[in-house]
């Protein structure tokens, strides 16, 4: 079958079988392999990119039901060679160590910001919960998405 969708601001059209997830259709279709794949099962959340501003577990939904479905991935959060403050905030706190939980990670936080601009520890954790860092222990991810939100005055959402 063949589908169409908006991928990072440009218009995607590409054949896939109708049983593909979104995951595989953006990794290995659209050669897009920020977004991981881990689990399978929706439990770890590394697989999280944006369909029509909300997270997604991508393992769980197929491309077919993305079909003129606005997605956003990690690979579409810097803008003209500039770094998303959810970006600049995960270098500048330390919010990454091994990295694979990471692009799940920066699209929620992305989401979240987008809703709430000046979300507290409890909004931050809470929008995380669905997803598994095996390496920080959450403090330094939740201190990454406060600084996002008190650099992001003139950045686009």
Request: hydrophobic residues 35%; proline residues 4%.
């Amino acid at each position: 079958m063949q589908i169409t969708l908006t991928v990072n601001g440009t218009e995607v059209t590409a054949e896939c079988e109708p049983r593909t997830l979104l995951v595989h259709f953006v990794r290995d279709t659209l050669r897009l392999t920020g977004t991981h794949w881990g689990c399978d099962t929706s439990n770890c959340g590394t697989c999280v990119l944006l369909m029509d501003g909300e997270p997604v577990k991508s393992c769980t939904v197929l491309a077919a039901m993305a079909a003129g479905r606005e997605i956003r991935t990690v690979e579409g959060l810097a803008q003209n060679g500039t770094l998303d403050p959810v970006q600049q905030g995960f270098m500048a706190e330390h919010g990454l160590q091994c990295g694979f939980c990471t692009p799940g990670m920066m699209m929620t936080a992305r989401a979240l910001l987008d809703r709430n601009p000046d979300p507290d520890e409890t909004e931050i954790r809470s929008a995380i919960s669905g997803q598994i860092c095996r390496c920080t222990g959450y403090s330094t991810i939740v201190r990454s998405v406060q600084w996002a939100a008190k650099n992001q005055e003139g950045a686009q959402a």
